[in-house]
């Protein structure tokens, strides 16, 4: 049963529309409604509908779903959908345009390149391929494109003349290029009457470039859907700052707010929802829980890492008891801290169950029980000290409300041999510390 304002969302076939609503209230799935209902009740062709995801994961899942759902439907149009990432996108349409395009590096053969480039500077590794890697695409998330920080200045120039000997590009350079070919993609390429773009505060200026593009060139209407409170790639460029231009731009009518979660149980939003006052630049707007269950949410301290994952490990052992069914997801914030976890959690039991992932890779996802681990102030797995506080608490955010109905946030007072805090993020949740004993609660 859609909500009043997804019902709105869902029927509206005017005019630009911009989404703004919180974690489980529906985002994608009003998307998809939306789409479905306007293949159905109006004369859109569907070879002028583009519809941009995040990832190529979420684009190949919101096909599936979209076929599922029109199935009985009528809807015979949808294999002529464009859907897509903005590069994969960008790229075909490049190719449509009879341009050359030059095959594109593949991550290895990029960080390849950069090492031996690296190498005959005498850089040290692994951390300066990473580190030129994510400058170069911040400095390329913007258009026209930035220059790259000066430390990078000489061994970017370098990389930029060895890939082009090679006559290669990389994933950076395919919305550069897009970008510097508009006026033949506007005479070339079928034009885009209906953009839709998912995960919309994840955009950077480069993407925010080509969308007002389209519109410049096709009067393109915009249908747009996002959080700004689960922005988390601003090492990429990603600013929630174009979902608020997006909206400012559009009449106040055709901004919608959706604040209904239908992810998680009631203590769950609640201590979601007071970790995220703490934000300042932030589009204010309420977040409740549509669930009757008051649901499990709780956090403990342990001596060290080992006695961490054995905690863990003991919890994921009670939960596949009492709830086979669930679905449990173990999350860390980076992949280091994961493999740390997931190393010690497995030598002290053979069998564990639950899926393991980053804080970014659970974005968009949801499991019955979540155990966030390893949640401390200055995170040693960081291979550089994180920069951006209000980016950390989103992250934080977005973990905490994958869950449906339970919540185990869980913190090592020793990493690596030295002394960690207590995440100040557990703090502002206002929930309370809870013995190790009692830790596991809800499965008891
Ligand atoms: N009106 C509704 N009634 C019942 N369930 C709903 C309703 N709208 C959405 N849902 C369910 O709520 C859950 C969250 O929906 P969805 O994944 O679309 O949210 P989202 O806003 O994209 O989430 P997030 O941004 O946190 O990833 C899904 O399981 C979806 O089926």
Not at 22 to 44: A, F, Y
Not at 91 to 107: A, D, H, I, S
Request: charged share 25%; with cysteine.
């Amino acid at each position: 049963m859609w909500t009043n304002m997804q019902t709105r969302v869902i029927t509206k076939t005017q005019g630009n529309t911009v989404v703004v609503a919180s974690p489980g209230s529906g985002k994608t799935t009003v998307l998809t409604e939306h789409i479905v209902h306007q293949l159905r009740t109006t004369e859109t062709d569907a070879g002028s509908v583009m519809i941009i995801t995040y990832t190529r994961q979420a684009a190949a899942e919101l096909k599936q779903r979209l076929f599922s759902q029109t199935r009985h439907l009528g809807v015979h149009s949808l294999h002529a959908l464009r859907i897509g990432t903005f590069h994969a996108e960008a790229f075909r349409m490049l190719l449509q345009t009879g341009f050359k395009v030059p095959p594109v590096l593949g991550t290895n053969e990029q960080y390849g390149l950069m090492r031996r480039i690296l190498h005959e500077q005498g850089f040290s590794e692994p951390v300066h391929v990473t580190a030129l890697s994510q400058a170069l695409t911040k400095a390329k998330s913007t258009w026209p494109t930035l220059p790259v920080p000066r430390k990078y200045g000489a061994v970017a120039a370098q990389y930029e003349t060895a890939k082009r000997a090679l006559g290669r590009w990389d994933y950076d350079d395919i919305l550069v290029e897009f970008c510097s070919h508009l006026t033949v993609i506007q005479t070339a390429v079928a034009p885009v009457r209906y953009l839709l773009v998912d995960e919309f505060q994840d955009t950077n200026a480069i993407q925010w470039e080509i969308v007002r593009a389209f519109q410049r060139m096709w009067s393109s209407r915009l249908f747009v859907v996002g959080d700004d409170d689960q922005s988390i790639y601003g090492f990429r460029g990603a600013s929630p700052r174009w979902l608020q231009e997006a909206s400012d731009l559009n009449p106040p009518g055709d901004t919608f707010v959706l604040s209904t979660n239908f992810r998680s149980d009631e203590k769950i939003v609640a201590a979601a929802s007071q970790l995220i006052l703490h934000n300042q630049q932030r589009i204010v707007k309420p977040f409740e829980s549509n669930s009757t269950e008051e649901g499990w949410c709780a956090f403990t301290s342990w001596r060290n890492e080992d006695e961490e994952a054995e905690g863990v490990t003991q919890l994921l052992q009670r939960l596949y008891d009492t709830h086979p069914v669930w679905s449990v997801a173990i999350l860390a914030r980076t992949r280091r801290q994961l493999l740390a976890s997931w190393t010690k959690a497995g030598r002290a039991q053979n069998h564990v169950n639950g899926e393991w992932h980053t804080f970014h890779s659970s974005k968009g996802r949801e499991w019955d029980a979540v155990i966030v681990t390893g949640a401390v102030n200055d995170n040693p797995y960081l291979r550089e000290p994180a920069e951006n506080e209000e980016e950390e608490r989103r992250l934080f955010y977005v973990a905490m409300t994958r869950a449906r109905h339970a919540l185990w946030i869980s913190c090592p007072r020793r990493i690596q041999k030295a002394r960690a805090k207590e995440s100040k993020f557990i703090e502002e949740t206002k929930l309370l510390r809870v013995p190790r004993k009692t830790w596991q609660g809800r499965v008891d």
